[in-house]
């Protein structure tokens, strides 16, 4: 039987990869049909294979790392360089957004009335609802410290509470979200203050949902004694994310609800 | 008294900790278990006949997707070059 002299994982062949890109091909195509010829089959279809390969490629990864070993010091290294480097990628993602808002909002054009926000609508109060938001985001930062705390003192009940918390309080932030899209007296269509907010705080709450169905599979694995005090890059990688769409919200409080009204 | 209630109280964790770990047995040393066993299956299809099952499906998906697409884009496009070809009549 041979062996491994080195600390890499050298993985075994996998479908996932070609998978994962069949079904982005599917997804924007099917966004082309759906835009453009009202047929949502395709977009269906790429959701559904995109979701399957991502199932199976990190029930992989689990089975890789938890049950097979391969998540050596040095491989857990390369882990955590690429989870930062998505992270940065997202950051960049996001700065997107936030340059077209700045652009529009430092220099308002004449047809929006020279002011911002712009002639004709009506912000929402910074005081309200998404100081609450805030508030939320803020206290699920705490918990998920304390969370990751509890892991490492080996407190397993602790953990559980705490992450519990954290993933409620993330389906607590998406719920008040929802009903304040659905307050709003401005629509996407309603001119750039429309675009650059929904645009903005669109893509965040998406990030939050998959941020908060993240630390779910923690909760998940945790309950089934994956994680040990000292080995739980996957819990630190969701915790990571967590903060970074916590730290997004923070910007997009400042700048689009507080400084934009 | 207050040794008593002490009691009480160790007694009472104990039975909590007894039952959640009734529901939640760690079972990773079973997975370790079946995952290192030395039989060259890939890692995507070594839990078992559902690895299978779940791996053609998502295949069939794909691919099956991907010929419908094709299909599909291609039959649309010679749609648009039919309608381009035949303009209407302006009244």
Known sequence: MTHQTHPYHMVNPSPWPLTGAFSALLMTSGLAMWFHFNSTILLSLGMLTNLLTMYQWWRDIVREGTFQGHHTFTVQKGLRYGMILFIISEIFFFAGFFWAFYHSSLAPTPELGGCWPPTGIIPLNPLEVPLLNTAVLLASGVTITWAHHSLMEGDRMSMLQSLLITIMLGIYFTLLQASEYLETPFTISDGVYGSTFFMATGFHGLHVIIGSTFLTICFFRQLNFHFTSSHHFGFEAAAWYWHFVDVVWLFLYVSIYWWGS | ?91
């Open chain 2, 1 to 91: 008294m207050l040794r008593n209630l002490l009691g009480l109280r160790q007694i009472a964790q104990r039975t909590i900790s007894t039952a959640s770990r009734r529901h939640f047995e760690n079972k990773v040393p079973e997975k370790q278990k079946l995952f290192q066993e030395d039989d060259g299956i890939p890692v995507h299809l070594k839990g078992g006949v559902a690895d299978a099952i779940l791996y053609r499906l998502t295949m069939v998906l794909t691919v099956g997707g991907k010929a419908f697409r094709m299909f599909e884009g291609t039959a649309y496009a010679i749609y648009q070059l039919a309608v381009a070809s035949f303009p209407k009549k302006q009244d």
